[in-house]
Each structure stands twice: as C-alpha cells, then as structure tokens.
C-alpha cells in the first residue's frame, strides 16, 4: 500500500466516512486546487517533481522555512518566502496563493478540534475567494482574511516561529492569532474584544486598524454575556 492510500484508510477511519482517497503525486493532474503541506527542507523538490501537474490550477502553499536548528526563527529564501519561491519554481501558469502557516498542526490533524483562529489568505486576488471559501468551510470558529499579493507571505510567513515561541514559553500547543476591527482610541466602544474580524460601524471622524489578539490555547475562553475572549481564569 503505497504512503498516500494507508493515510487515507486512516484518516477515514477517524472520521467514520470514506471522504479521502490517497494517491501518489503524479494524480495532482487531476485536481482543480493543490495545497502542499511539507517540510521545509522537500519544499523546492517537491514543488519541481509536480511542476507539470500543477499548470492552470490554484496552488495553496502552508509550507514555512523555519531554521532547522531553532524552529523559534526563520531563514527566508532568496525569493523572500516560501511562497514566492513555490510561484517561481512553478511560473506563472500557476496561482499560488499562501495560507494556514499560523494555525497550529495539533489542530489541523484533530479532526473533531474546533479551531477558533484567522487565517491570513495571500496571493492571486482572483484565486484568493476560492482559497477563502475552502478555509471557511472548516468552520469551529475558523475565519479566513484576505492579507492580499502574494508578498504578504513575507509577513505571514515569519508569525509561525513567534507561536512556535509562544507555545514553548507558555508551555501550550496551539497558540493562533484572532484579529478585531476597532477604532483607533475607542476600541472597547467601538468592538475590540467582540469575535467578529468584519469592520465595526464607526463614528465619523475615527480610524479604523486591525488590530491582532494571540490566543494561546487554554488561556482564554469564550464569554457569552460579554461576547467577547476572557482569561481562563475568570471563567465561571
């Protein structure tokens, strides 16, 4: 039984349903979109051993360069993230979009996790609704965000290290990230705190940012009264 088919037969098992089927590599040429889900270190031979496979379809890359040495810090390729190299590797007949770096593995490969983080979506902006959508219907709170081109990848990319500290630091395992619409100076007024990422109604003459909350796991619970994410502590 090759690799992908004994994954498949496991993965179904857990969910009690035969959704996935495993197969080799060479099958991309089959698939309307292809999410590439490796280490680092097979990132480039990886992309160049689907390369052919991979021509007029939409390509998710969840990979990051994390610094094999310290998984706390990255080391940016020469193409400045992992993404863009994939869009290089695979040229332009592909539209790589960047996305799901920040959301823990632990929660990813629980399929009965309820996964209350964001996802920044990055990349072909005709191809970025298509990544959005696939990403909202993992639902248990899970919201995606449009981070824009492709070169926001430089950004998102690096936030995966600082939660990988995080997590050691607090000795946690799936902090995320959780961004809130607010007005600049009126943010309890106004929506920071509530769990909607969508613009809050502000008053003339205010600002709006996006501001980013990091959830630790454990840390913190959801309040119903208030709406809004209180330390665990103070959970009733």
Known sequence: MAPGEKVAVELNQELGKELIRGTDNASAAAAELIVLTVPYSAHVSTLESVK????????????????????????????????????????????????????????????????????????????RPTVMQLINKIGGGIQAISAGPLEAARQIEPITALLIRLNILNKVHSAGIRYYWAAIGRATELGFGTTSSQPTVLHPGYAATLLCCVCLDGAFCYDQNSQTYISRRECS
């Open 52 to 127: 052919e496979q991979c021509k007029g379809k939409i390509f998710i890359d969840v990979s990051v360069p994390l610094d094999p040495d310290n998984a706390r810090r990255v080391i940016m390729p020469a193409a400045d993230s992992a993404s863009e190299e994939a869009q290089q590797v695979l040229g332009p007949d592909v539209s790589v979009g960047c996305a799901l770096q920040n959301i823990s593995a632990h929660l990813l490969r629980d399929v009965n996790a309820e996964i209350a983080c964001d996802v920044l979506v990055c990349g072909d902006k005709d191809a």
